[in-house]
């Protein structure tokens, strides 16, 4: 969705900077800065402290493994001395294991978490670019850029729309 609002946004950029200076001139043009609205408005916040209590859950359950891991090395390190050659083997691969255990558990976490935090961004985005839209047809905006992707250097202030983008996305 995004990478198709920007390649619009570009061929559009190009067909006005086409037809020359006069047309681009006469266009009504604005902005926004995405990551402001996605730290900004009420329902980025919303999915920002989700995600956070669920990431808090999965960072203890890590924590509590990766814990148990080393509890357990501590404690062969410990009685080592004392075990036979057969006992420290068999102990060994018993850690090894749960090495392997501890390493594909964070593995999958990190997995989790990057899905988890696209699906509670997904749709914000979408809902984004759906503000973004009807302040353009209801403005008669004729481009509005993401200030961010777009490569934007430099903009006059006063045709910066994220505020209005974040009131009307907290509407929602």
């Known amino acids: 969705m995004r990478k ?4 619009i946004v570009l061929l559009l950029t190009a067909f006005s900077l086409i037809l020359g200076g006069t ?15 996605l730290q900004n408005s009420k329902t980025a916040q919303q999915s920002s402290q989700e995600f956070k209590r669920q990431s808090d859950a999965i960072r203890s359950q890590v924590e509590k493994k990766a814990q148990e891991f080393t509890s357990a090395r501590e404690d062969f390190e410990k009685r080592q001395a004392l075990m036979d050659d057969r006992a420290k083997g068999q102990r060994i691969e018993e850690l090894q294991r749960m090495q392997m255990e501890t390493d594909r558990f964070i593995r999958e976490s990190n997995t989790k978490l ?18 973004v839209r009807k302040i353009g047809r209801d403005g008669g905006y004729d481009f509005i850029f993401e200030r961010e992707k777009a490569g934007i250097v430099f903009v006059n202030e006063k045709e910066d729309l994220t505020d209005r983008i974040i009131r009307e996305l907290d509407r929602m």
Do not use: C, H, W
């Not at 198709?4 to 390649?7: A, K």
């Not at 990057?114 to 503000?131: C, H, M």
């Open 4 to 7: 198709q609002f920007l390649t």
């Open 114 to 131: 990057n899905r988890l935090s696209g699906e509670l961004t997904s749709p914000i985005v979408d809902k984004v670019f759906e503000v």
């Open 23 to 37: 047309a681009l001139a006469s266009s009504k043009v604005g902005y926004f800065e995405m990551s402001m609205v």
